[in-house]
């Protein structure tokens, strides 16, 4: 499953453009795809999704991207066989300092400091977490559209690839549209609608006249 930047936006509650820079600074890239030029976009793995997450969480806790990335650098540098730091390891931060935990449970690393009190962050909580925005992304969505005076149930579908939605009308075999937001996707299913029914009424008039 592949996730644009608009998709983990949502996912981690992170900006667009905060993302954005993540990876232009070369702190988080995604593994999928990365930006090729205007128009291209990022693509990442639900591996990416856990690292944002985690950075994301370490930001939120008071931890700088500065601490972030200088932590990264101390233990790509000395646990060489972990690929993924962010999404390998299991952290502690006071908001100050960032720990990492090792197989040892009498053993924590200090990544930058020697430490005092701190609280941990559960790679198992955030994946879990991960997982049911997912699932919350990707669960199908059913809203009640009146066209003509007739109201239509119509189904809405999250795109993670290409962003926003397509939506789709049951009642109507291939009616189908798609917009960036919930409101235009609305309009639009409304107006693929009122098109289908338009076809509709005309084959319906050239059968009876046949």
């Given at each position: 499953m592949n996730f644009n930047t608009k998709a983990v936006s949502k996912i981690i509650r992170a900006t667009q453009r905060q993302i954005g820079?993540?990876?232009?600074?070369?702190?988080?890239?995604?593994?999928?795809?990365e930006a090729s030029g205007y128009g291209s976009a990022r693509l990442y793995s639900f591996t990416d999704l856990i690292r944002l997450k985690?950075?994301?969480?370490?930001?939120?806790?008071?931890?700088?991207?500065?601490?972030?990335?200088?932590?990264?650098?101390?233990?790509?540098?000395?646990?060489p066989d972990v690929d993924n730091p962010l999404s390998?390891?299991?952290?502690?931060?006071?908001?100050?300092t960032i720990f990492v935990l090792t197989?040892?449970?009498?053993?924590v690393i200090d990544t930058?400091?020697?430490?005092?009190?701190?609280?941990?962050?559960?790679?198992?909580?955030i994946?879990?977490?991960?997982?049911?925005?997912?699932?919350?992304?990707h669960d199908q969505r059913k809203y009640d559209v009146i066209v003509m005076k007739q109201k239509y149930t119509v189904i809405f579908h999250a795109?993670?690839?290409d962003g926003g939605y397509w939506v789709e009308c049951p009642d109507i075999p291939g009616c189908i549209s798609q917009g960036d937001t919930?409101?235009?996707?609305?309009?639009?299913?409304?107006?693929?609608?009122?098109?289908?029914?338009?076809?509709l009424s005309e084959k319906e008039k050239a059968a009876n006249v046949s």
């Open positions: 820079y993540w990876d232009t600074t070369h702190l988080i890239k995604p593994s999928i795809q985690v950075a994301k969480t370490l930001l939120d806790k008071g931890v700088s991207l500065q601490k972030i990335r200088k932590a990264i650098v101390y233990l790509k540098k000395h646990m390998d390891l299991k952290f502690l931060t006071d908001g100050d197989d040892d449970s009498q053993v930058l400091r020697n430490g005092q009190l701190v609280f941990s962050i559960s790679l198992g909580a994946m879990d977490d991960l997982k049911g925005e997912v699932k919350d992304l795109d993670t690839e919930v409101e235009e996707a609305i309009d639009m299913i409304k107006d693929a609608i009122k098109g289908c029914l338009e076809v």
